[in-house]
């Protein structure tokens, strides 16, 4: 008798974990789901008035129009320059102002790093940019090559992505991504 309750036991806990896991198989799937990152749509920039050449000292004003096609709503947290030498080498001797669109105001990059990347991010000031899809946006921006910058080729990519969040249509975030639709501004720096 004692050997049938174990095994009547035993026989309960399986089924109840075998019903278990098929009760919270769905779940967990919709979780990783969820948790996929996706791919849904492009990301465009065009910047005008940008040279092919400037000389040691100059400024490059560019204004930057950007567009996202995908079916979420994109949220811009910061804006994102990109201006380095071909080869991979600490740079030095440029810097970047925004034209911030919430104070019409110059402002300095706030964060760069040695690689010359350069971000002005809009999040701490309390601001972002809820994108349309199908919507041309622009930014201005300045970049400036100082009298001691190395001189020879530059490669610039005024991308404006920087950090971004999406939205989907019940307004939630979800964690998608945008595809890059980019080109690359070479630029050469003289005497």
């Known amino acids: 008798m004692a050997i049938k309750r174990k095994r009547a036991a035993a026989l309960v806990g399986t089924l109840g974990l075998l019903c278990g896991l098929t009760l919270s198989t769905p779940a967990a799937q919709a979780r990783d789901r969820a948790a996929t990152v996706r ?3 492009k990301f465009h920039y065009a910047p005008l008035g940008f040279p092919s050449a400037l000389k040691r000292g100059g400024t490059i004003h560019t204004r930057v129009w950007y567009m996202e096609r995908s079916p979420e709503r994109t949220l811009l947290e910061s804006f994102y320059v990109v201006a380095g030498k071909p080869v991979e080498q600490p ?3 440029v810097s970047v102002r925004w034209l911030n669109p919430f104070t019409g105001q110059w402002q300095n990059s706030n964060r760069s790093d040695r690689w010359g990347d ?11 940019i809820v994108m349309t899809p199908g919507r041309w946006y ?3 921006v300045q970049i400036t090559f ?5 001189t020879g080729l530059w490669t610039v990519l005024p991308e404006v992505l920087g950090n971004y969040q999406m939205i989907n249509a019940h307004g939630q975030l979800v964690p998608d991504i945008l595809d890059l639709a980019s080109g690359v501004n070479s630029l050469r720096l003289y005497r």
């Open 39 to 41: 791919t849904v749509g």
């Open 138 to 140: 622009h930014v201005d």
């Open 146 to 150: 100082s009298n001691t910058a190395p």
């Open 118 to 128: 350069f971000w002005l991010d809009l999040a701490p000031q309390g601001r972002q």
């Open 91 to 93: 740079q030095r001797g």
